[in-house]
């Protein structure tokens, strides 16, 4: 039975992780000056350790997600809530928390738990009750808490992307359009006292992205030198391991935030196209298997966790790109960072699950 789970795995979507995981490995060497140290080396191995937990992820019983779905997200909470206790400092902001010797950004963790939550939520009530406005209390709720611990942290361009994946959902799963649209307009009136509430470097850095040249050496820089960089790549690229804005420390955050960056000007506009086109895919295939499940907690996870991935991609290459300001959302997979890459593979193993699963025709409390 085990061994018949593993033969019907989806290989296609393991194979693209793995691809870009060790694309991410060579532009991780790249960064370095051409070596393993001190970031190519540890992403390789959180490969393999991730990998084979997402495998073993994949074959546990998915009503088992299911029944822990609310614990899990509480977990998740309380570790967000963990950083205004015990978190580190760090980029300006207090994001990490350090467990067994390791330090996690529990605001990436937390998208996988309200993505779980959210799925059991919607898949226990009935679709009439989707019109009732007091049924959309508590997704909101699920949506609003880590929102607002992230904002504290703060780290506006992740509680961005939680607000747009919970935002997402609740329009997959069919809430009424006219609630988004008076939440639309609610977010434009309060707009004057969001840009009040924020960081001022956070308003800087909007201001830069309207206009960089203003503070070219300050806030813009960062935005000008990808921009260099990108452009100087071409067609082809400038080639492995000579990329001169990387080479010469122009281009800042390069193994985390701005490897597209890096990437692009070494294999130019034909590998940036063959990157955005590997995540297309991996994209694709996550809202094919929330189609193809028979069971509705395992069509709203497979969403769920499609847009996870589709926000973090547009994000990180609109940042890189200039087409939004620089928020520090890295590319999953191929930036350097544990928890983005161990989330990447918590949602490879859930995705895989529900993929072994579709046929399951109903997941609740009573089945």
């Known amino acids: 039975m085990l061994l018949n789970k593993i033969k019907s795995l989806n290989y ?3 194979f693209l992780f793995v691809l870009l995981s060790f694309i991410g490995a060579a532009g991780l060497y790249s960064a370095a000056d051409g070596s393993y140290n001190p970031w190519s080396s540890k992403h390789l191995i959180r490969l393999f350790i991730f990998l084979l937990m997402a495998i073993i992820l994949s074959l546990i ?8 779905a609310y614990s899990i997200f ?14 580190e400092f760090g980029k300006g902001a207090s994001r990490w928390v350090r467990i067994f010797g390791f330090s996690i950004q529990p605001s990436e963790i937390i998208k996988i738990g309200i993505i779980i939550s959210l799925a059991k939520y919607y898949n226990d009530i009935r679709f009439d009750n989707l019109k009732r406005i007091s049924y959309i209390l508590i997704p909101l709720t699920i949506i609003f808490f880590p ?17 747009l994946l919970g935002i997402i959902i609740l329009f997959s799963v ?9 939440g639309l307009f609610v977010f434009l009136v309060s707009l004057p006292v969001l840009w009040n509430f924020i ?5 800087e850095r909007v201001i830069s992205f309207l206009n960089p040249e203003s503070d070219p050496l300050g806030n813009g820089y960062q ?3 990808s921009k260099i960089a990108l452009g100087s790549g071409s067609l082809t690229g400038k080639g492995f391991l000579k990329g001169t804005q990387s080479y010469l ?30 995540f297309f895919i991996i994209i694709s295939i996550g809202f094919y298997i929330s189609i193809k499940s028979n069971n509705l907690f395992g069509r709203i996870l497979a969403i769920g966790i499609a847009t996870n991935m589709f926000i973090y991609v547009v994000f990180n290459i609109s940042m890189v790109t200039g087409l939004m300001p620089v928020v520090g959302i890295p590319l999953p997979l191929i930036s350097y960072g544990g928890t983005v890459m161990l989330s990447s593979f918590i949602s490879l193993g859930i995705l895989l699950n529900i993929d072994l699963n579709y046929k399951i025709k109903k997941i609740s409390k009573n089945a």
């Not at 019983?61 to 822990?68: A, D, G, M, V």
């Not at 955050?253 to 692009?264: P, R, S």
């Open 223 to 225: 935005l000008i030198q």
């Open 199 to 203: 960081k001022p470097y956070q308003r």
């Open 174 to 182: 069919g809430v009424r359009l006219w609630k988004f649209i008076l």
């Open 249 to 278: 420390e122009y281009l800042p955050e390069k193994q985390t935030d701005f490897i597209f960056t890096l990437i692009g000007e070494e294999f130019g506009f034909i590998g940036s196209i063959f990157i955005i086109s590997l």
């Open 12 to 14: 296609l979507i393991i």
């Open 61 to 68: 019983n998915l009503r088992l997600i299911y029944k822990h």
């Open 147 to 163: 929102f607002l611990l992230t904002i504290i942290q703060p780290d506006l361009g992740t509680a961005i992307s939680i607000f």
């Open 74 to 87: 509480i977990l998740c909470l309380l570790l967000l809530f963990s950083v205004e206790l015990i978190g």
